[in-house]
T-cell receptor, first 115, second 112 residues
Framework: ETGVTQTPRHLVMGMTNKKSLKCEQHLGHNAMYWYKQSAKKPLELMFVYSLEERVENNSVPSRFSPECPNSSHLFLHLHTLQPEDSALYLC??????????????FGSGTRLTVV | RKEVEQDPGPFNVPEGATVAFNCTYSNSASQSFFWYRQDCRKEPKLLMSVYSSGNEDGRFTAQLNRASQYISLLIRDSKLSDSATYLCVVNIPSGRDDKIIFGKGTRLHILP
């Protein structure tokens, strides 16, 4: 079992669909993150959860809705997405929410295509 | 000026050669610096932290120049397996929580 597991690995969805991305960490970390990586752009932080409480929301459109039911699981619910939302969505976890980027473990990502 | 800037490349380098690339940052309050490696269609993985005194890990050497606000990564005796995108990451203290800024990455192709 790898440290951070994301499902699905690939997702193609229509603009009117509703889908969810799942992330699970088996490292005992207290913080989890959603990042978006678009082509030719740097990684963009979307959401941060620390001890299941959302501590950061970087002006992400409401069509992205995170959920953190416990410290091991993180979801990203998607609805009425736009084609420009097509990207690689990466989940990460760390022992704590502040600093210590070297303590981040990334999942393999979900490659999302919106058609 | 962008917070973290990298030459996107690609750097096409023959196997066995030495290659180096830099990353500049704009915020002088930046405290921690890292190089991550990202293979095509894979997640980023920590390559090495960058310490003030510089650090070396096998064929890889990372250095920090605070006066000129850049970090560098040097790869000696490059291998085909070094082909990847190298992401510069900067940790900036920001109130209660730090800001983690990723560069766009530098693509490296090692040629046989």
């Amino acid at each position: 079992e790898t440290g951070v597991t994301q499902t699905p690995r690939h997702l193609v969805m229509g603009m009117t669909n509703k889908k969810s991305l799942k992330c699970e960490q088996h490292l005992g970390h207290n913080a989890m993150y959603w990042y978006k990586q678009s082509a030719k752009k740097p990684l963009e932080l979307m959401f941060v959860y620390s001890l299941e409480e959302r501590v950061e929301n970087n002006s992400v459109p409401s069509r992205f809705s995170p959920e953190c039911p416990n410290s091991s699981h993180l979801f990203l619910h998607l609805h009425t997405l736009q084609p420009e939302d097509s990207a690689l969505y990466l989940c990460a976890s760390s022992q704590r929410a502040t600093g210590a980027i070297d303590g981040y473990t990334f999942g393999s990502g979900t490659r999302l295509t919106v058609v | 000026r962008k917070e973290v800037e990298q030459d996107p490349g690609p750097f096409n380098v023959p196997e066995g050669a030495t290659v180096a690339f830099n990353c500049t940052y704009s915020n002088s309050a930046s405290q921690s610096f890292f190089w991550y490696r990202q293979d095509c269609r894979k997640e980023p993985k920590l390559l090495m932290s960058v310490y003030s005194s510089g650090n070396e890990d096998g064929r890889f050497t990372a250095q920090l120049n605070r006066a000129s606000q850049y970090i560098s990564l040097l790869i000696r005796d490059s291998k085909l397996s070094d082909s990847a995108t190298y992401l510069c990451v900067v940790n900036i203290p920001s109130g209660r929580d730090d800001k983690i800024i990723f560069g766009k990455g530098t693509r490296l192709h090692i040629l046989p």
